[in-house]
Nanobody, 116 residues
Framework: EVQLVESGGGLVQAGGSLRLSCAAS????????IGWFRQAPGKEREGVSC????????TYADSVKGRFTISSDNAKSTVYLQMNSLKPEDTAVYYC?????????WGQGTQVTVSS
């Protein structure tokens, strides 16, 4: 059973930083994309960033480019999202996901709140 467990959310002032972690287990896939979505109150879930297992390529939403960095530690089966220069509009529940091409798995989410 695939499990994704997020951690690292919290409350931070605007301009501050947080690092989210997503620990993955139960993987048997060779090729997948893993990353982060977020959902703010009253808004649709939006993609933030993802990283490919095949070549390590990364993608970012325009709203976070230059501020967020995704990385992975394959030995620990963990993906990180370093979030710098946080803005109040980054406030949301952040969900880790894994897309194998056949299925999409989701974590339970972690709350990030940025105060102005």
């Amino acid at each position: 059973e695939v499990q994704l467990v997020e951690s690292g959310g919290g409350l931070v002032q605007a301009g501050g930083s947080l690092r989210l972690s997503c620990a993955a287990s139960g993987f048997t896939f060779d090729d997948y994309a893993i990353g982060w979505f977020r959902q703010a109150p009253g808004k649709e879930r939006e993609g933030v960033s993802c990283i490919s297992s095949s070549d390590g390529s990364t993608t970012y939403a325009d709203s976070v480019k230059g501020r967020f960095t995704i990385s992975s530690d394959n030995a620990k089966s963990t993906v990180y999202l370093q979030m710098n220069s946080l803005k109040p509009e980054d406030t949301a529940v952040y969900y880790c996901y894994c897309n194998t091409g056949r299925d999409i798995y989701w974590g339970q989410g972690t709350q990030v709140t940025v105060s102005s």
